[in-house]
C-alpha cells in the first residue's frame, strides 16, 4: 500500500473554492453591468445586472460568442467589431 500526502493539494482546492465564490460574490453584487469573455470571444461571464439590461439571462449568454447577440450584421463584421471593442476595452 502506498501513502501520498494530499494535503497542499486539498488547501489548494479549497482556495480556489474561495477565489471563485469571492469573484461570483463581486459580480453578483455589482451595480454594473459586467460581462468577461475567454480568448475566442465566447461569453464566460455575466452578473444579473447585464441580464436586467440585455434581457438575456446567464444561461441563455454563457458559451456564446459575443457578436451572435446582433442579427443584422453579416457575421465577418460582427466577430471584427467585438474583438476590436475587447482590445481597446471598451
Same mark, same amino acid.
Given at each position: ?8 493539494? %486539498?488547501?489548494? %482546492?479549497?482556495?480556489?473554492? @474561495?477565489?471563485?465564490? +469571492?469573484?461570483?460574490?463581486?459580480? #453578483?453584487?455589482?451595480? #454594473? &453591468?459586467?460581462?468577461? +469573455? #475567454?480568448?475566442?470571444? @465566447? ?9 436586467? +439590461?440585455?434581457? %438575456? ?5 454563457? &458559451? @456564446?460568442? /459575443?457578436?451572435?447577440?446582433? !442579427?443584422?450584421? !453579416? ?6 467589431? /467585438?474583438?476590436? /471593442? /475587447? @482590445?481597446? &476595452?471598451?
Amino acid at each position: 500500500m502506498a501513502w501520498r500526502d494530499v494535503t497542499a493539494a %486539498r488547501a489548494a %482546492r479549497v482556495e480556489l473554492l @474561495r477565489q471563485k465564490e +469571492f469573484s461570483e460574490s463581486l459580480l #453578483d453584487n455589482s451595480v #454594473d &453591468g459586467i460581462l468577461a +469573455f #475567454d480568448q475566442e470571444l @465566447r461569453i464566460t461571464a455575466w452578473n444579473r445586472v447585464q441580464e436586467e +439590461f440585455s434581457g %438575456r439571462s446567464e444561461a441563455q449568454v454563457l &458559451g @456564446r460568442a /459575443c457578436w451572435s447577440f446582433s !442579427p443584422n450584421t !453579416p457575421a465577418a463584421s460582427k466577430k471584427k467589431e /467585438c474583438a476590436r /471593442c /475587447c @482590445r481597446a &476595452g471598451a
